[in-house]
């Protein structure tokens, strides 16, 4: 009996030892079968990007439409004798006097042509203190611009309205004008006439009205000049101002004002006489 104890102990610890084996392998296994996601995880793998889009080509930039040219105003002409002359048309010195060149600077020329237009052929020019021109009675209206057609000399043909009118018998303005500029010296004829323009322009308004004067133009030849002046406006209907040609010249270093002619400008006409408007 105690020979058969010790044999069945020994018998049943390697079945033990196998068990604790067992266990330890299957726990081991157990704990090494859940790590393994961890492990074995993977990052996940880029996906492809969507393709950028084509760049939309540029516009084609769309050349306007032409537009159409604007037509040239028509003229309407009458005869100043004709029953429906319409009334701004109707100017005294058209039938009975004669008119001069006026608006016009000393360096420049009044245009006479063969039609009532601005672009019609050039028949002449006229130097701008031309006197004595006569209107033959046909007057147009083109666009508003009023056009006359005159005599000058050899010469007929069309000219603008604003550039021509009646005018009184010249008086001669050299003292007056050299009082104005006393014992002043100038360099310059441009800063003689400057000077002149600046008395005239102080003064307070006179009784018949407020008159600017402004340069219509200057013409330099060597030691001799030529300013137009022109002076504006009067209260009296009748009166469209003045325009006074200055004569310098050159002494010395120093310009002089030689002579000075005024011209009174008239709307309508000029009476018998010659030295009053109508």
């Not at 022109?230 to 120093?254: E, F, I």
Request: hydrophobic fraction near 40%.
């Amino acid at each position: 009996m105690f020979t058969l104890a010790p044999t069945m102990v020994a018998m049943t610890r390697p079945r033990c030892a196998r068990s604790v084996v067992l266990t330890v392998f299957m726990l081991a296994a157990a704990g090494c079968s859940k790590a393994a996601p961890q492990d074995s995880q993977k990052a996940p793998s880029p996906q492809p990007s969507a393709p950028l889009p084509a760049p939309s080509p540029a516009a084609t930039p769309v050349a306007p439409e032409p537009s159409a040219p604007t037509p040239a105003p028509q003229a309407n002409c009458y005869s100043v004798s004709s029953p429906n002359l319409p009334l701004p048309l109707v100017v005294e010195w058209t039938t009975n006097g004669e008119v001069g060149v006026v608006n016009v600077g000393a360096d420049d020329t009044l245009n006479v042509r063969t039609e009532a237009s601005p672009t019609a052929t050039l028949v002449a020019e006229l130097e701008f203190d031309t006197r004595g021109i006569r209107a033959t009675g046909q007057v147009c209206d083109m666009g508003g611009v009023h056009w006359y057609e005159v005599l000058s000399g050899s010469h007929r043909g069309w000219v603008n309205g604003k550039f021509i009118a009646p005018t009184l018998k010249p008086v001669d303005a050299t003292a007056a004008w050299s009082a104005r500029l006393g014992a002043s010296e100038f360099a310059t004829p441009s800063a003689l006439v400057d000077a002149l323009r600046a008395q005239l322009n102080r003064g307070e308004p006179q009784a018949e009205g407020r008159f600017e004067t402004v340069l219509l133009g200057l013409a330099v030849r060597g030691g001799d000049a030529v300013a137009e002046l022109r002076s504006c406006c009067a209260l009296d209907d009748s009166v469209a101002g003045d325009q006074t040609t200055l004569r310098l010249h050159q002494q010395n270093t120093n310009w002089k004002l030689v002579r000075a002619t005024k011209h009174t400008l008239c709307y309508r006409g000029v009476n018998a006489r010659g030295d009053l408007c109508s």
